[in-house]
């Protein structure tokens, strides 16, 4: 092994230890960012080799180059046909963290490789390797579904989008035969939930977004035109999630989960930032900040389209409440606040549980580019702890 690399740890399941500093290592760890997300990261890259990293992504080099992660479990002949797994690259303080685009799979073997070459250093010219596998954890507790969002049991006719919420780490490949929009009479509703090709899972695997077809949902487009919008006012509904969905740990649901509702009229209005209600926290408290909304706004999106900041620009740590049928947002600050002013940040992209933006609606007609409403990426909500 050339000068200055080490690896340790490499046995399977294990997580790399990497006391010994100034000398690269390949570890698996998780992401301190994103709770329960595993990743690699390969450390100790001295100050040197950092700005020869620098200058290789500077000129194109990619850093899927130096850092390869692949399937070891495969009926590939070499090394060079594992197929390759895909996901984000940082380049962070004295480290490459690799996150990949979908959760490493329990009891999958995976082997990452990183190779110093392309950075035109001869004394880092060998490469390192590390094979490992996540253990099958299973839970004490059969999963179930925790939450559907949206909350309320009234929903309007051009609903958007609901997210199923599951109390462990789920499997694809399930929901088409395991989820279901059922009329009163039990039947299933036709061609009213839009099967995208690729399923839509959070990075925890543990929340799934189930899409009503849009094309029913726009007025004016064939689908909607042929056979109206996919949920009717007046009518009941269940949205029914089998007891086949599976775990990673290949168990069943607990028990097929029920959300039923009833349909109410459209909604075809956008939900302006005006009309929120906000009711400031007293100084020197941890008080919550409380946001109430004229209408349900989307969960998920409430979740990462408002933060607040203080007048100097500095974001505001804190932990996130949402309640109330999705009506009410508060927000509860690590630290106490301070005396002063600070601002409630929403971006534009927030919308209601129709797809209604905070600025304009989502079946709003086709109109020319100098026709269309100046939309500003961020409004702001300035407030004074009281």
Same mark, same amino acid.
């Given at each position: 092994?050339?000068?200055?690399?080490?690896?340790?740890?490499?046995?399977?399941?294990?997580?790399?230890?990497? =006391?010994?500093?100034?000398?690269?290592?390949?570890?698996?760890?998780?992401?301190?960012?994103?709770?329960?997300?595993?990743?690699?990261?390969?450390?100790?890259?001295?100050?040197?080799?950092?700005?020869?990293?620098?200058?290789?992504?500077?000129?194109?080099?990619?850093?899927?180059?130096?850092?390869?992660?692949?399937?070891?479990?495969?009926?590939?002949?070499?090394?060079?046909?594992?197929?390759?797994?895909?996901?984000?690259?940082?380049?962070?303080?004295?480290?490459?963290?690799?996150?990949?685009?979908?959760?490493?799979?329990?009891?999958?073997?995976?082997?990452?490789?990183?190779?110093?070459?392309?950075?035109?250093?001869?004394?880092?010219?060998?490469?390192?390797?590390?094979?490992?596998?996540?253990?099958?954890?299973?839970?004490?507790?059969?999963?179930?579904?925790?939450?559907?969002?949206?909350?309320?049991?009234?929903?309007?006719?051009?609903?958007?989008?609901?997210?199923?919420?599951?109390?462990?780490?789920?499997?694809?490949?399930?929901?088409?035969?395991?989820?279901?929009l059922l009329r009163p009479d039990g039947e299933q509703a036709p061609d009213v939930?839009?099967?995208?090709?690729?399923?839509?899972?959070?990075?925890?695997?543990?929340?799934?977004?189930?899409?009503?077809?849009?094309?029913?949902?726009?007025?004016?487009?064939?689908?909607?035109?042929?056979?109206?919008?996919?949920?009717?006012?007046?009518?009941?509904?269940?949205?029914?999630?089998?007891?086949?969905?599976?775990?990673?740990?290949?168990?069943?649901?607990?028990?097929?989960?029920?959300?039923?509702?009833?349909?109410?009229?459209?909604?075809?209005?956008?939900?302006?930032?005006?009309?929120?209600?906000?009711?400031?926290?007293?100084?020197?408290?941890?008080?919550?900040?409380?946001?109430?909304?004229?209408?349900?706004?989307?969960?998920?999106?409430?979740?990462?389209?408002?933060?607040?900041?203080?007048?100097?620009?500095?974001?505001?740590?804190?932990?996130?409440?949402?309640?109330?049928?999705?009506?009410?947002?508060?927000?509860?600050?690590?630290?106490?606040?301070?005396?002063?002013?600070?601002?409630?940040?929403?971006?534009?992209?927030?919308?209601?549980?129709?797809?209604?933006?905070?600025?304009?609606?989502?079946?709003?007609?086709?109109?020319?580019?100098?026709?269309?409403?100046? =939309?500003?990426?961020?409004?702001?909500?300035?407030?004074?702890?009281?």
């Amino acid at each position: 092994m050339a000068a200055g690399l080490r690896l340790e740890g490499a046995a399977k399941g294990e997580t790399v230890n990497t =006391q010994v500093t100034g000398q690269p290592t390949v570890m698996v760890d998780s992401d301190p960012g994103q709770s329960g997300v595993v990743g690699l990261t390969v450390c100790g890259l001295d100050p040197d080799l950092m700005i020869s990293l620098g200058g290789h992504t500077r000129a194109g080099g990619s850093l899927q180059s130096l850092l390869r992660v692949s399937v070891v479990q495969t009926r590939a002949t070499s090394d060079d046909n594992l197929p390759d797994i895909f996901g984000r690259y940082q380049v962070l303080e004295n480290r490459l963290r690799f996150t990949p685009l979908f959760p490493f799979e329990r009891g999958l073997s995976y082997r990452a490789s990183f190779d110093p070459r392309p950075l035109g250093r001869p004394e880092f010219s060998q490469v390192l390797t590390l094979e490992f596998s996540l253990p099958k954890a299973p839970s004490a507790l059969a999963t179930a579904v925790q939450h559907i969002f949206p909350s309320s049991d009234c929903l309007p006719e051009n609903l958007l989008r609901f997210y199923v919420c599951f109390s462990n780490s789920m499997q694809r490949g399930r929901a088409e035969a395991e989820i279901a929009l059922l009329r009163p009479d039990g039947e299933q509703a036709p061609d009213v939930l839009y099967r995208a090709p690729v399923e839509l899972w959070g990075r925890s695997m543990k929340c799934l977004t189930i899409l009503l077809d849009p094309g029913r949902l726009k007025r004016g487009v064939g689908p909607n035109r042929e056979l109206g919008p996919p949920l009717k006012a007046g009518q009941d509904y269940t949205l029914a999630v089998g007891s086949g969905m599976l775990d990673l740990s290949g168990r069943r649901l607990r028990e097929t989960f029920c959300k039923r509702f009833r349909v109410t009229q459209a909604v075809r209005e956008h939900s302006p930032v005006e009309q929120w209600k906000i009711v400031p926290p007293e100084t020197k408290s941890r008080q919550a900040l409380v946001l109430m909304f004229p209408s349900p706004l989307d969960w998920a999106l409430l979740l990462h389209s408002i933060t607040i900041s203080s007048t100097d620009e500095q974001s505001i740590d804190g932990r996130i409440v949402i309640d109330q049928c999705e009506k009410r947002w508060s927000f509860t600050p690590t630290l106490p606040w301070a005396a002063g002013s600070y601002h409630v940040r929403v971006a534009s992209s927030l919308e209601d549980v129709c797809g209604n933006s905070v600025t304009a609606p989502f079946d709003r007609p086709l109109r020319s580019g100098s026709d269309l409403p100046q =939309q500003s990426a961020i409004r702001s909500i300035a407030f004074h702890p009281v």
